[in-house]
């Protein structure tokens, strides 16, 4: 398992108190919000259920584009991940 994605899923077990299933998870390219999905997860591969993606309209991480893209399920290589938060529905 890639450590990054070790770190996720200890942070949804353990320190997620309000148990929120809901993840923006940031890279450098774009953000995406969605649900964790943790059953039957794959090696080195975050999956998120009902995504929605902004892309990113500077070179700031900060700055999203309004307009998201929804997808059904997305999965993110644990890798690319430089951020991550859950966040309430």
Do not use: R
């Not at 309000?18 to 998870?25: G, L, M």
């Not at 999203?64 to 430089?82: C, G, M, R, S, V």
């Amino acid at each position: 398992m890639d450590k990054k994605q070790a770190i996720i899923k200890e942070v949804f077990s353990k320190n997620n108190t309000n148990a929120y299933k809901t993840i923006a998870v940031f890279t450098k390219g774009f953000k995406a919000v969605g649900e964790y999905y943790t059953e039957h997860a794959l090696d080195k591969i975050v999956s998120l259920k009902n995504a929605k993606v902004y892309s990113f309209v500077s070179n700031c991480e900060c700055e999203t584009n309004p307009a998201a893209k929804e997808i059904p399920w997305l999965n993110i290589f644990a890798k690319d991940i430089i951020a991550f938060s859950f966040v309430e529905n």
